[in-house]
């Protein structure tokens, strides 16, 4: 590729207003790619532009840097990706969306019935205590936050 039609990190971070930093960990990861100077300087072509702005919009909506990843590496490394490239990538996200927020809908509809009760012992407190489990071990408050701590590292999986 010729040199002119490369730019520096410096340049794709002004491009697209993503930190060098974030760049070069996209690269660690394998989300773009750059070739390197005789200085070992980092020269990248110009579709990494289109490339990181797929990456943010995905991120914007939640998706996974993996699950980037994987739809990044179905593409030639040195081209752009397209309109059909993103609608490609987009139905394949969008399942994913719609689950994640029907979970986080009855999430939110199960903290709304709880707001106020503080017990945990209801039968129906289906968030922190689907089957009453806590009525005769809840002795301090140490027990519920292991549990609300247990439910909020499940809510993003």
Not at 20 to 45: V, W
Not at 65 to 87: H, V, Y
Not at 93 to 120: A, F, H, P, V
């Amino acid at each position: 590729m010729i040199a002119s039609k490369l730019l520096s990190i410096g340049e794709i971070s002004q491009r697209t207003g993503v930190a060098t930093s974030a760049l070069r960990f996209y690269e660690s990861i394998g989300l773009i790619n750059s070739q390197r100077t005789t200085g070992n300087q980092r020269r990248f072509p110009r579709a990494i532009i289109r490339r990181v702005a797929v990456i943010k919009a995905a991120q914007r909506a939640g998706i996974p840097l993996d699950e980037i990843g994987r739809a990044m590496s179905t593409l030639p490394a040195d081209r752009a990706p397209t309109r059909d490239d993103w609608e490609r990538f987009s139905r394949s996200w969008k399942q994913d969306l719609e689950r994640r927020i029907g979970q986080l809908t009855r999430i939110k509809d199960d903290l709304e019935s709880c707001i106020g009760c503080g017990c945990l012992s209801i039968e129906n407190c289906a968030l922190f205590n689907p089957d009453d489990e806590l009525a005769e071990t809840l002795a301090s408050t140490s027990k519920l936050e292991d549990l609300v701590d247990g439910v909020a590292g499940t809510i993003f999986v």
